[in-house]
Structures are given as structure tokens and as C-alpha cells.
């Protein structure tokens, strides 16, 4: 299985400012198989990424995705309040497929 | 817009089965890929089940693997997820999600959920 960990695991920033929240996989991940999610309380997942830096539909430039192997990163530019939300990365080369723990963003 | 629906979830008791049903629609299930993913209250994200497209293929979770199993019906539009032996642990709110693809692994569209609760 690969494990994977994100930090921080929460983050308090302000609106406007810049978020960097990131994604360690025990193994590689193959082909890049590494997506985001944003959940907000009482909703279902939402994608923002695949294939480590391609934004889904309707997704904002203000978010993007980078990285390879085992580290990957999400960046979010110029946060806006409903950017505060639990973000998960989650791999998908491989079953089982697993998600990270989650990080936070807060409003500071 | 993607709709899923899931019901079936509700109260039961540790060793006890439940089956979860996820009715699509507002897109050609057929050609899709479903999973099952599951979230305890207030922490994160597990995957637990994938069928293809045609139902030939499934995977699971080591967690439930040989006591749940997914499953498709592409002339009702619906998966199911049929949880036997079910435990304290497996309590959690339930997604069905549509892949991206005929097998595909990516999770692009999530349904609102349906809560199951284990308890004695």
C-alpha cells in the first residue's frame, strides 16, 4: 500500500495570501496517478487536480498542482474565504488506492 | 451534472449485513467505472471498493476485503455495495464516486453519501 502524508496538517493563513500544502508517498507514484481534493463541512469531495498538475473542470487557475515521483505539491495563489476548506491528496496508480490524512486551511 | 444518488445505510448491529445502493443518472453509466469510498466522522477519506464499467473487474480495500462486495446493474443505472460481518470500525458516512473512465482509478464525481452506523 502506499502510504501517503501531508503536512501541514492544518494551515492558517488570510485571505490573499499564498498556500503551499504538501503530499509525500511512501513509493513512487506511477505515471503521476496523484490527484487533490477540497471537502467542506458537510459536503462531499470535490476534485481539483489529476494527473498531479491538471486542473479538473471549472476548477480556478488560482489553484495548481506540481511535483512527480513521491513528493507533490498543491498551491493555491490569492486565497479566497471559500478556499477554507480540508484539502486530500490521493493516489491512484495502484489499488488500493489511498488518500492522505488531510490538511486544514484555516483562516488566521 | 453528474448525479448519485446512495441509499440504504442506517443503524445495525456489529455482525449484521447491510447493502448500500448508489443509482446514477444525467450520464452514460455504462461506460463508467464506480467506486465506494467511506469517511468516519470527522476524520479522513478511505477508499474501499472499485467495479469496471462492465462489472468484470472489482478491487477492494484490505479493510473489508471478504466481507464487502461491489456490484452493478447497467439496466437499472446502479451499483451496490453489499457489507456482511459489518464491525464497530466500519461505521462511517459512505460515498459512490464515478471514475473517469471504463476502469478507471481517478475519482471525478462524488455523491452526497449515506451514513452507516455499527453499534451494539
Known amino acids: 500500500e502506499n502510504e501517503l502524508t501531508q503536512s501541514p496538517g492544518t494551515l492558517s493563513l488570510s485571505p490573499g495570501e499564498r498556500a503551499t500544502l504538501s503530499c509525500r508517498a511512501s513509493q513512487s507514484v506511477g505515471r503521476n496517478y496523484l490527484a487533490w481534493y477540497q471537502q467542506k463541512p458537510g459536503q462531499a469531495p470535490r476534485v481539483l487536480i489529476y494527473g498531479a498538475s491538471s486542473r479538473a473542470t471549472g476548477i480556478p487557475d488560482r489553484f495548481s498542482g506540481s511535483g512527480s515521483g513521491t513528493d507533490f505539491t498543491l498551491t493555491i495563489t490569492r486565497l479566497e474565504p471559500e478556499d477554507f476548506a480540508v484539502y486530500y491528496c490521493q493516489q491512484y496508480a495502484y489499488a488500493p488506492i489511498t488518500f492522505g490524512q488531510g490538511t486544514r486551511l484555516e483562516i488566521k | 451534472q453528474v448525479q448519485l444518488v446512495e441509499s440504504g445505510g442506517g443503524v445495525v448491529q456489529p455482525g449484521t449485513s447491510l447493502r448500500l445502493s448508489c443509482a446514477a443518472s444525467t450520464f452514460t453509466f455504462r461506460n463508467y467505472a464506480v467506486h465506494w469510498a467511506r469517511q468516519t466522522p470527522g476524520k479522513g477519506l478511505e477508499w474501499v471498493a472499485l467495479v469496471s464499467y462492465d462489472g468484470g473487474t472489482e478491487h477492494y480495500a484490505d479493510s473489508v476485503r471478504g466481507r464487502f462486495s461491489i456490484s452493478r446493474d447497467n439496466s437499472k443505472n446502479t451499483v451496490y455495495l453489499q457489507m456482511n460481518s459489518l464491525r464497530l470500525e466500519d461505521t462511517a458516512m459512505y460515498y459512490c464516486?464515478?471514475?473517469?473512465?471504463?476502469?478507471?482509478?481517478?475519482?471525478?464525481?462524488w455523491g452526497q453519501g449515506t451514513l452507516v452506523t455499527v453499534s451494539s
Open positions: 464516486a464515478r471514475g473517469s473512465g471504463p476502469g478507471s482509478f481517478l475519482i471525478l464525481e
